[in-house]
């Protein structure tokens, strides 16, 4: 809910400025994102892989005048795949708009669309988890410790990184507290 707030303060103008881990990789719909900067693009793992490069330079793409800016000391195979994807698509977005008469425009939403925006992530979240606290409920913590670390596999696999470190932290929690 934190990161919910924190979007919703960016997209209000609470702050110019949103510098973060993961924040801007999932497919969030922000189009007042207009320059993205990726440090270290150049230190090859999953959170610098084609997939993760296109996807986080993919919130700059809302916005008509959305730059990114890949900080590195040589170009990687990630890099030029990234690059070069997103330039394809470029070519292929630009044409589509020529032929169909279309000039891009950044999306504006009003405050109140923001915060309704907002309103239904909050309730959203809360929904999801209350299965989670129900069944928590009923398990003893061995099965639940196992059960959780299922689900930090899984975010994981599903390059949910945010999600399997809360997880991890929770195992952790778990874990140190003395049997009951």
Same mark, same amino acid.
């Given at each position: 809910i934190e990161r919910i707030e924190i979007l919703r303060d960016l997209r209000l103008g609470q702050?110019? /400025?949103?510098?973060?881990?993961?924040l801007l990789?999932?497919?969030l719909d922000l189009?007042? /994102?207009s320059l993205v900067a990726i440090l270290d693009a150049d230190k090859e793992g999953f959170l610098r892989s084609? $997939?993760?490069l296109i996807q986080t330079s993919g919130r700059?793409? $809302?916005n008509v005048?959305?730059? /990114?800016?890949f900080y590195a000391d040589t170009i990687t195979d990630s890099m030029r795949k990234a690059i070069d994807e997103t330039e394809r698509r470029r070519t292929l977005q630009h044409a589509y708009n020529e032929e169909n008469g279309i000039v891009p425009e950044t999306i504006y939403k009003s405050i109140e669309e923001i915060m309704r925006t907002t309103l239904v992530a909050d309730v959203r979240t809360v929904e999801e988890e209350m299965p989670i606290l129900n069944t928590i409920a009923r398990m003893d913590? +061995? +099965?639940l410790v196992e059960e959780l670390r299922n689900a930090m596999y899984e975010a994981a696999a599903h390059l949910e990184f945010e999600k399997a470190a809360k997880l991890r932290?929770?195992?952790?929690?778990l874990e140190s507290q003395p049997e009951k």
């Amino acid at each position: 809910i934190e990161r919910i707030e924190i979007l919703r303060d960016l997209r209000l103008g609470q702050f110019d /400025v949103l510098i973060g881990i993961n924040l801007l990789r999932e497919g969030l719909d922000l189009p007042e /994102v207009s320059l993205v900067a990726i440090l270290d693009a150049d230190k090859e793992g999953f959170l610098r892989s084609e $997939r993760s490069l296109i996807q986080t330079s993919g919130r700059a793409a $809302r916005n008509v005048n959305g730059e /990114v800016i890949f900080y590195a000391d040589t170009i990687t195979d990630s890099m030029r795949k990234a690059i070069d994807e997103t330039e394809r698509r470029r070519t292929l977005q630009h044409a589509y708009n020529e032929e169909n008469g279309i000039v891009p425009e950044t999306i504006y939403k009003s405050i109140e669309e923001i915060m309704r925006t907002t309103l239904v992530a909050d309730v959203r979240t809360v929904e999801e988890e209350m299965p989670i606290l129900n069944t928590i409920a009923r398990m003893d913590r +061995t +099965t639940l410790v196992e059960e959780l670390r299922n689900a930090m596999y899984e975010a994981a696999a599903h390059l949910e990184f945010e999600k399997a470190a809360k997880l991890r932290d929770e195992i952790a929690r778990l874990e140190s507290q003395p049997e009951k």
